[in-house]
């Protein structure tokens, strides 16, 4: 079953204060709902703008650096 739209909001906020802060989460936010930022459309110009290998590279550095241990937390 899927998580309610409240359970996602609570889950989302926790993540971003845990790696944000408090204050910077809500400065997250707030610059979210002013800018009318559109995620997807944000990705897409990310994404356009590299190489496959400039991703690859990029993927291989986060996993250096945020190994998968098998222990995911669920939130």
């Known amino acids: 079953m899927s998580p309610s739209t409240a359970e996602i909001m609570s ?4 993540c971003l204060m845990e790696q944000l802060g408090v204050v910077d989460a809500e400065r997250f936010v707030a610059t979210v709902i002013r800018e009318k930022f559109d995620y997807t459309r944000w990705q897409r110009e990310y994404f356009d ?3 496959p290998e400039e991703i690859r590279q990029e993927a291989e550095m986060f996993e250096q650096k945020n190994p998968y241990t098998g222990n995911a937390v669920r939130l």
């Open 49 to 51: 703008g590299k190489s």
């Open 11 to 14: 889950r989302g906020m926790k």
